[in-house]
């Protein structure tokens, strides 16, 4: 049986979540800007249910998702597999791509509060549901100063009972800061993993009470130890020879050397005590700040029980963290 108490609180919203989310951008399936990948490959949407149930099963609790995702997909996906669950589970989601459905393109975005009103109602029709417990903008860079009507119509949306709490999706301290002064924000999305730290954001979290939630935390697959020179990813992943300019774990399809001789050089600390390297990279996260929830991405069972088990392990002891951090000289 899992470790069923180690749960962390969605920030000041008070949801209790378990430590590990599920990142459900994979299970959406290919999606494109014109002729470069944004998903991750063909699915299988049998093999994904089964995977969100095996989830359920090992103690998770948390699903994060964007209705970009597959162009719709990952959230119908998702929606089918909570049916009958809700009550079960705490489902955060994005907004501000717009697409097409049928082509699968991305055609665009809106973060108008008409724009984010609509994406909204298409959210909640997908995943089946009538509120969505995390509402995340789904910009990275967008101008914060230009951030105010967006903040106020999540607050709105709040007060109407169709989301419980908001966030950004975002690597920018400033964009973090200004929606940390709305009342209902939970949280801040984040890069962050093993290899790269992300200090200033994590700063934030802790001094304003927010949920960290980490995207990337296995570098893109990379730190699940997969990917070697015979193994590759596809042409329609995100990740293979046409990906767009910020992947920067993996080049023309490759795994990026400087990022891999990293792993290497932490690689028998983090798989100590019988982890396996994933459980060894989700551990170091959950040392590194009580606010962090990693959510690793999946596309079959397997992944979600090895990931899942982490769970059991917990974090790293606080000298196994000081090591790490000795090894790639951030001490």
Not at 180 to 193: D, F, M, T, W, Y
Not at 269 to 282: D, E, H, V, Y
Request: proline share 5%; charged share 20%; hydrophobic share 40%.
């Amino acid at each position: 049986m899992m470790n069923a108490k180690f749960t962390r609180t969605l920030g000041r919203s008070g949801i209790r979540v378990s430590a590990l989310g599920m990142g459900c951008w994979a299970i959406g399936g290919p999606f494109w800007a014109g002729e470069t990948p944004l998903g991750w490959g063909e699915v299988d949407d049998n093999e994904s249910i089964r995977a969100i149930h095996a989830a359920l099963e090992l103690g998770v609790t948390f699903f994060d998702t964007a209705n970009v995702y597959g162009a719709g997909h990952s959230e119908s996906v998702l929606g089918l597999a909570l049916a009958g669950r809700r009550e079960q589970v705490v489902i955060a989601t994005k907004f501000n791509a717009v697409f097409d459905e049928d082509t699968r393109q991305v055609t665009g975005s809106d973060a108008t509060p008409a724009g984010i009103r609509q994406a909204c109602d298409d959210s909640l029709r997908r995943l089946g549901t009538d509120y969505i417990d995390l509402y995340q903008f789904h910009d990275n860079g967008f101008p914060p100063e230009q951030a105010e009507p967006v903040r106020e119509t999540l607050e709105q949306l709040v007060a109407e009972g169709k989301i419980r709490a908001y966030g950004w999706s975002t690597d920018f301290p400033k964009s973090a800061e200004f929606f940390a002064q709305g009342a209902h924000c939970a949280a801040i999305q984040a890069e962050l993993n093993v290899l790269d730290d992300n200090a200033a954001i994590l700063s934030i979290c802790e001094k304003e009470n927010l949920a960290a939630i980490n995207r990337g935390p296995l570098a893109m697959g990379l730190l699940t130890g997969k990917y070697t020179g015979s193994i590759k990813p596809s042409a329609d992943d995100v990740r293979g020879e046409k990906s767009p300019e910020w992947m920067k774990y993996f080049k023309n399809g490759q795994p990026s050397p400087e990022y891999t001789q990293k792993i290497a050089a932490v690689r028998e600390i983090l798989t100590s005590g019988g982890r396996s390297l994933p459980q060894g990279a989700l551990a170091w996260l959950w040392a590194r700040s009580p606010k962090t929830i990693p959510i690793p991405g999946f596309r079959t069972v397997r992944q979600v029980e090895e990931n899942a088990r982490a769970m059991q392990f917990g974090p790293l002891t606080p000298e196994q963290f000081t090591q790490v951090e000795h090894v790639l000289g951030r001490a």
